[in-house]
């Protein structure tokens, strides 16, 4: 078992090169849905927080309000992949929204991006902006060096 200081830059290294994941829910009736979305993520050197600039849709709502955990995965066609297993849960003050809003548009390359060119989104006070707060509660990070060379070594950290 990896310790989380050792996991998350490793984490964010990978996600953050790949950008695009697909975040998987789960509905009412516990069937899996997956969508593909572009979270950015923040490591302090102790909490590992992960954020994706969204819309409160109905169904991602009520997906959420059935089970707040989110799976999110990263794959490159190299076979390296990453794993974030969350709690998630919408982000409602106005403070954070714009912190969320300036995390994307200040954000390192290729994740970052001015959310305003999402219609709708004219700024963080817009009505359809509602970030996703993602906190980790496992990681896996396993580069695709380990399939080739067999010996399956991944970076597992779990809360």
Known sequence: ???????APKFIAMAHQIVWCTVATVDRQGRPRSRVL????EFDGEHL???IATSKTPMKASHLAASA???CNYWTPS????????????VEDIATKRRVWD???NGPEPVG???AMIPGWENADSAGFNPL?????????MPGSSLIDGSYAADVWKR
């Open 113 to 115: 991006y001015d959310p």
């Open 1 to 7: 078992m990896t310790i989380l200081a050792e996991a």
């Open 69 to 71: 955990n989110v799976s």
């Open 103 to 105: 995390l994307f548009i």
């Open 49 to 51: 927080v992960g954020w």
């Open 79 to 90: 076979q390296d992949t990453c794993v974030a297993e969350c709690d998630a849960s919408w």
């Open 133 to 141: 707060k993602l906190e980790p509660w496992r990681l896996r990070v």
């Open 38 to 41: 572009h979270p950015i993520w």
